[in-house]
């Protein structure tokens, strides 16, 4: 199975790393792809330009076997549409299930993305939620989708709706870029190559 992780990750920080680890792991994924997002369609532009974050992303995932730092949607123009990202990746990817991983607050919001029901016909969507978070109040459009069988996500190559609890890192990319530009340590947040990075190109230093 692979795994897809997308965001701006402006900057990648260690609450990204480390859901990815443990999802990487506990779901057996050949791959997990981490995904810049260029133009993200529900949110302000990012910060830093999407070459600058792709390179701390590639910073960041160095050494890390099974990490990929996936540059498919800077290297395409227009609006960052996952539909279009999944599209992209079953195309690579023929019959290996893909499993697109987005947190409660994306979920919650999921039925505003463009062409959204398309999603499903790609990959499986597995939200990773926080202690106490409740799936059971679930639309109809997703009931049909829902399994709590892991094994089904394995022996279908897409269309599966998932909940899986993961360790929840307080850590906010937007208070390490107010951190930055208070002329604070972020150390601790993300990965030392990334805080170099960041100090080499002056990242941050005005918001």
Not at 92 to 103: M, S, V
Not at 142 to 153: K, M, P
Not at 154 to 183: C, P, W
Request: charge should be negative.
């Amino acid at each position: 199975m692979i795994g897809i992780l997308g965001g701006t990750f402006d900057p990648i920080h260690y609450g990204h790393l480390r859901s990815a680890l443990e999802v990487k792991e506990i779901f057996g994924l050949t791959e997990i792809h981490l995904i810049p997002s260029a133009q993200p369609p529900h949110r302000e532009q990012p910060t830093a330009n999407p070459n600058m974050r792709l390179h701390m992303l590639k910073l960041a995932i160095e050494n890390q076997p099974g990490f990929v730092a996936d540059d498919r949607e800077i290297k395409r123009t227009g609006p960052s549409y996952m539909v279009d990202t999944l599209s992209s990746l079953r195309d690579e990817f023929k019959d290996t299930p893909l499993l697109l991983f987005i947190g409660t607050d994306a979920f919650n919001q999921l039925k505003t993305w463009h062409q959204w029901p398309l999603l499903f016909s790609f990959a499986h969507i597995v939200v990773m939620t926080r202690p106490g978070f409740n799936p059971q109040q679930l639309d109809d459009c997703f009931i049909e989708r829902h399994t709590d069988q892991l094994t089904e996500l394995a022996h279908n190559r897409a269309g599966k709706l998932y909940f899986h609890q993961v360790s929840q890192l307080e850590i906010s990319a937007t208070a390490i870029r107010n951190m930055i530009a208070k002329h604070q340590n972020p150390g601790f947040l993300l990965p030392d190559t990334v805080i170099a990075y960041i100090r080499q190109e002056q990242l941050y230093l005005r918001q």
